[in-house]
């Protein structure tokens, strides 16, 4: 029938009707593949370069710690030293412990102990604030960190 | 006009595209592709420092990152190209021949076996992250490498692929024992 139709016509006009059964799949693709951004980053962060990494599984057993130099929109605020950002606000050092102890509170109590903290810092942080990070970490518990990076041949800055 | 000819008429499915762009550009903008990779590491519980056990000298491979990102590995100065194959050799060394599956020069200087092998890792407060990591890298590297070639030799397959308990058995021939000290302050 529809054979019959098309046959009147001089010019078949080129059928869009599967447009939207591509974009659809795409549409999925990437709604399946999406991670929401949780934060808005306050700081920049270039992770350092490394070869030897080891994928997070179970992002519900991972929180952020972000270390970095402040945004542009900050820098007046906050001055232009590495800051570290928790959630979505700057914090101090002091607010780490807290920060760790109340996170693995979400967490139901077998799986505790598998919480990961994942520090994403900068790659020129100096590692004063990041002994600083880790000692705090230790206070409030947290043992398990990871240190972020991107692939790439490591160097020496 | 083709349409006309039809008693029911269709709904319109033109806009369908739209729609569907629509939330095409929403998950676009809000998605981020990057998973998080990193190096894990399993940090000392505070109270183990105060009354740390008695280890044998040679067993200690000491590596000092100053601030200006320079590494001193057992006294000597090192570039970070040869770190790794430094490393591998104290872990392999198997200086007691206690250790079946090492094939290191079993050099009475070097440490004894693997379990006994420890790195102790110190920078500066202005040693920078980059510098810190790459040693760390460097480190994981080597033991990636020993346990790779274990796993290979044991079960015929690469680490990554070993089933939990195998992965266990290979874990605890090659324990990673990093110690990453408080860092000193030493100079700008």
Request: proline share 5%; net charge neutral.
């Amino acid at each position: 029938m529809a054979q019959m139709k098309k046959k009147k016509k001089e010019v078949g006009a080129i059928s869009t009707a599967s447009l939207p059964d591509i974009v659809f799949m795409l549409l999925f693709f990437f709604m399946v593949t999406t991670v929401m951004r949780e934060v808005e980053l306050k700081v920049t962060i270039k992770t350092p370069n490394a070869t030897e990494l080891q994928k997070l599984e179970r992002k519900d057993l991972v929180t952020y710690i972000y270390v970095g130099k402040p945004n542009t929109t900050y820098a007046p605020l906050v001055g232009t030293e590495p800051r570290i950002q928790l959630n979505d606000s700057f914090a101090r050092i002091e607010d780490i412990q807290p920060f760790a102890i109340q996170e693995r509170e979400k967490i139901n109590e077998k799986e505790r102990n598998a919480l990961t903290v994942s520090i994403k810092a900068d790659r020129d942080v100096k590692m004063g604030l990041m002994g600083d990070i880790k000692q705090e970490l230790r206070r409030a518990q947290s043992y398990k960190i990871s240190y972020s990076a991107i692939p790439g041949e490591v160097f020496i800055p | 006009m083709a349409r006309n000819k039809r008693a029911i008429p269709e709904i319109n499915a033109g806009s369908m595209a739209d729609i569907a762009f629509l939330l095409l550009i929403f998950f676009l903008v809000t998605t981020t592709m990057d998973v998080d990779k990193g190096i894990t590491r399993k940090l000392p519980p505070i109270e183990d420092t105060t009354n740390p056990p008695p280890i044998n000298e040679r067993n200690i491979f000491t590596i000092v990152i100053n601030a200006s990102n320079q590494i001193l590995v057992e006294d000597e100065y090192m570039e970070i190209d040869g770190l790794r194959k430094a490393a591998l050799e104290f872990l392999d060394n198997n200086g007691d021949k206690s250790c079946s599956y090492c094939e290191g020069a079993q050099d009475p200087k070097s440490s004894e076996n693997p379990k006994k092998a420890v790195i102790s890792l110190q920078n500066d407060r202005g040693t920078s992250y980059q510098a810190f990591l790459a040693v760390q890298n460097e480190l994981t590297a080597a033991y990636n490498e020993l346990r790779n070639r274990l796993s290979k030799r044991q079960f015929g397959r690469s680490f990554d692929n070993l089933n939990e308990e195998e992965t266990k058995v290979v874990m605890e021939a090659y324990p990673m024992i990093i110690s990453e000290a408080e860092p000193l302050k030493l100079g700008s």
